[in-house]
């Protein structure tokens, strides 16, 4: 395998890049990242220095991937979505502090999403197209909105739980995550 790089994106050398990655038109990948193996890292996406991203990662067109993001294995991160990295954003402000966030193993996060730094998006966790993350996301949960909330459980393969924690489409039980369970904690 090797690593496929468009003609048009900026890759700095001092990038480590996956065996199996594919990065597209007009990307750009700065300095001191990490991109792990078999990721897709689409048209006009921006990642920051130092930013890591895991294994099997796929970011969408027009995706910010800011300093001080860690994105673990397995995520979908979608058209347009953001971060941010500054919790007092100033343009005059030559101090300003990098705000740490974490999207864990398996999440998806929507077309349009912000995610407001110093947040954690639990394993599995579905963000909501448009949705305006505030306060770190549990794992597994479907949350929407601004601010996003949570509406759902999901299964690991993306699709609501039952009131019992079922998934009816891949027959996966979760049984801490239905509504009886919830009624005893």
Partial sequence: MSVFIHPTAEVSERANVGDGTK???????????????????SKNVYVDSDVVIGNGVKIQNNVNVYHGVT???DVFLGPSMTFTNDMYPR???QD???T???VKKGASIGANATVVCGNTIGEYATVGSGSVVTKDV??????????AKQIAWVCKCGFKLDEKGNCKECGTKYPQYGEEQEKND
């Fill in 71 to 73: 994105v673990e294995d």
């Fill in 23 to 41: 990065i597209w038109n007009l990307a750009q990948v700065r300095e001191n990242s990490t991109i792990g193996k078999n990721c897709i890292i």
């Fill in 138 to 147: 549990l794992p597994h949960a479907l949350v929407v909105g601004n601010p």
């Fill in 96 to 98: 300003w502090k990098v």
């Fill in 100 to 102: 740490d966030t974490l």
């Fill in 91 to 93: 343009a005059f402000n």
